[in-house]
């Protein structure tokens, strides 16, 4: 499952995840999986924020508009259901194969 587009973060959103690990002393894991990051990419946040350079990431990337941020959503939300849907009908399956006589 894929979330956001990489490199299409906000700076509000980068200086957030930041501040989980700065102010609130999480680490790097347990605040990645709070906002849904990679620890690794977290840490590059937080090493460019201690050398004052959090600003400049992702500067290079255009913002995504409203459309595209929830096409993101859309896709990863349909990624968690089409998941769910094999796994029920595999159990399905499995329940309808046990409730047949003869078949154990």
């Given amino acids: 499952m894929k979330g956001i587009p990489q490199g299409r973060y906000t700076r509000e959103f980068r200086q957030e995840a930041v501040k989980l ?15 849904s990051l990679p620890p ?14 959090l600003g400049d990431v992702g500067k290079t990337y255009r913002p995504l508009t409203e ?7 859309t896709k990863k939300e349909l990624a968690e259901v089409k998941m769910e849907r094999d796994i029920l009908k ?11 006589p003869g078949t154990r």
């Fill in 67 to 73: 459309v595209e941020m929830e096409l993101a959503r």
């Fill in 21 to 35: 690990v700065i102010d609130e002393k999480l680490s790097l894991p347990e605040a990645g999986r709070r906002v």
């Fill in 40 to 53: 690794s990419t977290l840490g590059y946040w937080v090493k460019q924020y201690k050398a004052g350079k």
């Fill in 90 to 100: 595999k159990a399905a399956a499995y329940f309808a194969r046990e409730s047949l």
